[in-house]
């Protein structure tokens, strides 16, 4: 059955990305607004919130948001950056963070597996939509060696370390610790070819398994950081919350065509509030810490109520206008699934 | 425009320059034909993993295989040779054409690379110029864009290739910055030809990378390829001394064999070699057991001689002093201080002298640097205990003993305050002596060698209840102080003559560093000792003799009055004196300050705080004095409100006292237990350990004190 699921998806990838040459899901004004703002002419994407820092997360997104434009310009010159002053850990992975005005400009030489997967993605369908062989050759090692360092089974499930070092059993009075927002679920049907090593497959299975059963409070909410050491419970030294991080689950799984329509309509009414907000939520008390209302934040359950419910959404979200970098990033990404996979959501 | 192309001229001949023993690039052995310099055509390192044998030059085949003589030439791609040309970069016009010749061996260069034809294609331009930026990303983007818009166009392999080549040079540059010695590896050897003369800055990273992943060898045949290809002088040298500080001696020493010479005969790494040789005369001298070769020794010697420097003749000294040759050292030191007058050579110059016994000029040598660290403050100490201790006595000038005294005091040095009573004692300074053996055992309670003295002058003194108190504190330590005045005694010199035994057998000239084995000292309090050493400073010292207690002040003159009364000071009957201090206290001026001073010393030695108090303010007094006064008063009342067991009063008083005078060892003991009797544990336990932070016992025991105090609360 999940396989099958699978399987379809990644049908659903290879006609995006056949469809991309004629309508691309992000026009071209829209990257443009999006590149102006945030790509520098270095490649450099700015993480406009936290003092203009770039990470390994942003130039994933970045040059995933440029192969869905259709910008083949700007993904190589984002990749450019990315590689000569990410991609030099020794283990293959990216170092996670880049500030301009430090020496070296590389300030953690840590990785952060988000940013990993989203660079190897956007390789990896780049490589095939555009029939780049350096690409796909980029996009392998890189997944190898994610399969390699950052995938691990645990009591029978294959899961994710959201980074290298610091979140293991060993490491962690209540570790293992994983990040599930992690799970770029649309990601890993496009490793399979290319680091056949790794069980892409189990490792997406295992992430489903993860958002569905490790949901806190009356919300029903699963948190940024989570302990699968004796039973889940919110990972220690954070907040308990469903915060920054995990608000990208529901987006990631209707992206990937995962969790089923049960789960992402219990995931909206949890997260949403009365005036349609995306909130951020105590998951010790179920009491909402912040409710966002910028455009980008607010489409992710607008979306799931369209996909689960058909519920129409407003017009002001279909509009793209840049904030700041992670609901903006947040915003193409949403709007780009609607144009590929649910028209009759849009006007 | 004609310097422009003048430069150019210049480049292409630079580039074209045959060097004597260029092997890899001759034209049909045609002496006259274009040769490229051997520093940059030369095959590249290959930072390849496989190992070569250590013999073998590691030289690895050229990026591509030159193709055979019969075959025909193929297209070389020289757009960004012209393109270099037409900007005028000579830098990297010279590199293109180096590195065409490496890729094929056949082509010559044109003669006039800025006589082009062809029509120039202006975006291509644009891309050339960005990566003449360094704007990587930016040509990559420019490329991109082109094909996007001209879907059959192809960019030429030449730029596709340079721009590959310097993204891996910066990544590769990035990499090691991070100390990501696998991936710097990795994109070395990925990038063949990043790894050449031009590149020297790529290879020791390669190197270093190798060498810190414990692939030295492989470093060594890195630094090798620099050493056996490149000809740039000041890389080679900066090579040298790469290898030196990463390299095992061994294969360090072997790379130092392909130095060349010049044709006066001078070597090129003698740099590396005068610095190998500093750093084993450091090391020796630092380690008995480590030798240097007299090589080394004599190289060191010469730059010494030489150099404007006095840091090698310092190492000298240091390291002849640590080989017990002090007449070397002294030799050495007196030359590094001569050249330049600073602590670390008057340090050693001070050493070496008293290792020979010239003490006076060590103290003389020392003590402008006594405050720069512990150590050198130490030897000034040393220096100063040694002086002091020397037989025959010689009597040293006032001022002399007077900084000696300001020193010993603010470091509260046992020994050297020590070596002052003996030094008083030779003079026939009884009272003064005794004073400072109480003043050392005070620095220093466990220091038998001045309790020993101490016995000795209460026997001098007919002390008999002070000696048995002696006798008491030390029953059971010490055999001599327990026959102190019995027919078994050791024979102690009489005064005046020199010094007890016990002196020379503590702090023997011989064995001048007595500040090796004294226990870490207190950082210096700023004003530590109050009445006592005060009085009892030798050049202070006042005529013992004629004076008795039973003598009545009353009738006398002031001043007669005032010196009397600091002679019964001397002999330790504060009553009398206070009598007579009294009586100086009716004059005028200075006669009634000192009297008034004298008098509240008087009665703070006989325990009377408040009529110190009292006389405290009979007279005005400098404010040094007051402050000392108070002090003194405020330690006593502290005392005394302890003992009633009022410690919220104790605390008080010296919290008073506190912010006049630094706070004394024992009075921070009485404040801590203060504190643990008000069940301040905290306060109590941050007061203890300061106090066993300068090694003393009774901080330790405080610290128990807290222990038990909070075991017994849970």
Redesign the interface.
């Known amino acids: 059955m999940k396989r099958i699921a699978f399987a379809a998806l990644m049908l659903v990838l290879a006609a995006g990305a056949a469809m991309s040459q004629e309508t691309a899901p992000i026009t071209e004004a829209e990257w443009e607004l999006y590149s102006d703002r945030f790509v520098t002419?270095?490649?450099r994407v700015l993480d406009d919130a936290n003092d203009d820092i770039s990470h390994s997360e942003g130039q994933g997104y970045g040059m995933l948001l440029a192969r869905i434009a259709g910008a083949?310009?700007?993904?190589?010159?984002?990749?450019?950056?990315t590689?000569?002053?990410l991609?030099?850990?020794?283990?293959g992975l990216a170092?996670w963070k880049w500030e301009a005005d430090q020496t070296?400009?590389?300030t953690d030489?840590n990785n952060a597996s988000d940013g990993d997967i989203l660079i190897a993605y956007a390789l990896a369908t780049a490589g095939q939509t555009w029939g780049d062989e350096r690409l796909t050759a980029s996009a392998a090692t890189l997944a190898e060696a994610i399969g390699r360092h950052l995938v691990y089974e645990h009591e029978g499930r294959v899961m994710l370390r959201p980074g290298v070092a610091g979140f293991s059993g060993e490491e962690r009075e209540d570790g293992p610790v994983v990040n599930p927002s992690y799970w770029v679920f649309e990601a890993f049907a496009s490793f399979e070819a290319l680091a056949p090593e790794t069980d892409w497959q189990a490792l997406a299975q295992g992430g489903l398994e993860l958002v569905s059963s490790a949901r806190f409070s009356d919300r029903q909410l699963p948190p940024d950081w989570l302990s699968i050491g004796s039973v889940f419970a919110p990972a220690q030294g954070f907040e308990a919350e469903f915060g920054y991080n995990a608000l990208r689950i529901p987006l990631y799984l209707m992206r990937a065509g995962m969790g089923g329509a049960g789960l992402i309509d219990e995931m909206r009414r949890g997260m949403v509030d009365e005036d349609a907000n995306l909130t951020l939520v105590d998951l010790a008390t179920g009491t909402t810490k912040t409710a966002l209302s910028d455009a980008g934040y607010r489409i992710i359950p607008a979306m799931a109520a369209c996909v689960v419910d058909d519920a129409p959404i407003e017009p002001e979200l279909l509009t793209f206008a840049p904030t700041v970098y992670y609901p903006s990033t947040l915003h193409l990404l949403a709007l780009a699934h609607l144009r590929q996979q649910h028209a009759e959501c849009l006007p | 425009m004609t310097s422009r192309l003048a430069l150019l001229a210049s480049a292409i001949c630079l580039a074209t320059a045959a060097p004597a023993g260029a092997q890899f690039w001759n034209i049909n052995g045609d002496a006259g034909s274009v040769q490229t310099t051997g520093a940059v055509a030369s095959p590249p390192f290959s930072a390849g993993e496989a190992s070569s044998l250590p013999e073998a030059p590691l030289v690895a085949q050229a990026p591509v295989p030159a193709p055979p003589p019969d075959q025909p030439m193929p297209t070389v791609d020289e757009s960004a040779l012209r393109y270099f040309a037409r900007q005028g970069d000579t830098r990297r016009l010279e590199i293109e054409i180096a590195r065409l010749r490496a890729l094929y061996p056949s082509w010559t260069p044109p003669a006039d690379p800025l006589a082009v034809p062809l029509s120039v294609d202006e975006r291509l331009e644009a891309v050339w110029l960005l990566y003449s930026q360094g704007?990587?990303?930016?040509a990559?983007?420019?490329?991109?864009?082109r094909?996007?818009s001209e879907p059959q166009w192809q960019p030429p392999s030449d730029l596709l290739d340079r721009l590959a080549v310097s993204?891996a040079r910066?990544?590769l540059v990035?990499?090691s910055?991070?100390d990501?010695?696998?991936?710097v590896v990795r994109v070395g050897s990925e990038n063949p030809s990043l790894l050449t003369c031009s590149e020297v800055d790529v290879l020791w990273r390669v190197a270093e990378a190798f060498a810190m992943t414990e692939r030295q060898p492989r470093a060594r045949d890195a630094y090798r390829y620099v050493l056996t290809t490149c000809d740039d002088p000041q890389e080679r040298l900066a090579t040298m001394q790469n290898a030196a500080q990463l390299l095992s001696a061994d294969l360090r020493d072997e790379l130092l064999t392909l130095e060349r010479f010049g044709d006066d005969g001078a070597g090129e790494f003698a740099p590396v070699r005068d610095d190998l040789a500093r750093d084993a005369l450091a090391a020796a001298g630092e380690d008995a057991s480590v030798t240097a070769s007299a090589e080394d020794i004599a190289r060191v010697e010469r730059l010494a001689g030489e150099g404007p420097s006095a840091s090698d003749a310092r190492l000298l000294g240091w390291y002849y002093l640590g080989r017990d040759d002090a007449e070397a050292a002294e030799r050495w030191f007196r030359m590094a201080f001569e050249a330049e007058a600073e602590g670390d050579a008057a340090e050693g110059l001070a050493l070496a002298l008293i290792e020979r016994d010239a003490f006076a000029e060590a103290e003389d040598v020392a003590f402008p640097y006594r405050d720069e660290n512990d150590d050198r403050r130490q030897v000034y100490l040393a220096a100063a205990a040694n002086l002091l201790a020397v037989e025959p006595r010689v009597a040293l000038a006032p001022d002399i003993l007077a900084r000696i005294v300001g020193e010993v005091v603010e470091a509260r040095n046992a020994p050297a305050a020590q070596q002052l009573g003996w030094y008083a004692r030779a003079y026939g300074q009884h009272e003064t002596a005794g004073q400072w053996f109480s003043t050392a055992l005070g620095f220093d309670p466990d220091d038998e060698a001045s309790a020993y003295g101490l016995a000795l002058t209460r026997l001098q003194l007919g002390d008999t209840a002070g000696l048995a108190e002696v006798k008491r504190q030390w029953a059971g330590r010490s055999d001599r102080i327990a026959t102190v005045g019995t027919p078994q005694a050791e024979p102690a010199a009489p005064a005046p003559q020199p010094p007890a035994p016990g002196g020379a057998q503590n702090v023997q000239p011989a064995q001048p560093l007595a500040y090796a084995a004294a226990p870490a000292q207190p950082a210096a309090p700023t004003i530590i000792v109050e009445a006592e050493p005060r009085a009892a400073a030798p050049a202070r010292t006042r005529p013992s003799s004629g004076c008795s207690a039973s003598t009545d002040p009353r009738g006398m003159a002031p001043r007669a009055a005032l010196t009397l009364g600091w002679c019964l000071m001397e002999i330790d009957r504060p009553l009398e004196a206070a009598r007579a201090f009294d009586v100086a206290l009716r004059a005028d001026g200075a006669t009634a300050r000192d009297a008034a001073y004298g008098q509240s010393l008087a009665y703070l030695r006989a325990g009377l705080v408040d009529e110190a108090a009292v006389a405290a303010t009979a007279a005005p007094m400098n404010s040094e004095r007051s402050a000392e006064l108070q002090a003194s008063i405020l330690a006593e009342r502290a005392l005394g409100a302890f003992e009633r067991r009022r410690y919220a009063e104790a605390l008080m008083a010296l919290d008073q006292r506190a912010q006049i005078a630094a706070e004394r060892n024992d009075l921070m003991v009485l404040r801590g237990y203060a504190y643990l009797n008000l069940y301040r544990t905290d306060d109590a336990r941050r007061v203890f350990q300061s106090v066993a932070g300068t090694g003393s016992r009774e901080g330790l025991r405080g610290l128990a004190a807290v222990d038990d105090q909070m075991n017994s609360q849970r």
């Open positions: 002419e270095e490649g083949r310009d700007d993904f190589e010159r984002i990749w450019s950056f590689r000569r002053e991609l030099l850990r020794d283990d170092a070296p400009h590389v030489v | 704007r990587l990303a930016e990559r983007q420019a490329i991109a864009e094909q996007m993204e910066e990544r990035n990499a910055n991070l990501q010695y696998q991936t």
